[in-house]
């Protein structure tokens, strides 16, 4: 698959970023997320290294990141097991509805 270079901004600095054809729009938003994270970040921490904000900042986003895939894989459990409890009662509503014919 090609890829194609795309100029981002993060922390007023133009970065070229190689990117798949198709997905621009999606680069061009995450980079504008990640500014403002950073930005905010920099507000409230009054760090002004940029390597140490940029690290502060990807943490944060791993903890989000791994804070979700928590809730998504809690999610998908209880699913599995509302899906085995439906098809369990299912069941035995069939079984019973054919004892009954």
Known sequence: MSTQPVEIKILDRLVRVNCPPGQEQALKDAASEFDQRLHRLAERTKVSNTEQ?????ALNVCHELNDAKQSLETLQDQVTQRTALMTSQLDKAM?????QE
């Open 53 to 57: 904000l940029i690290a502060i900042a």
């Open 95 to 99: 079984a019973a509805q054919g004892t």
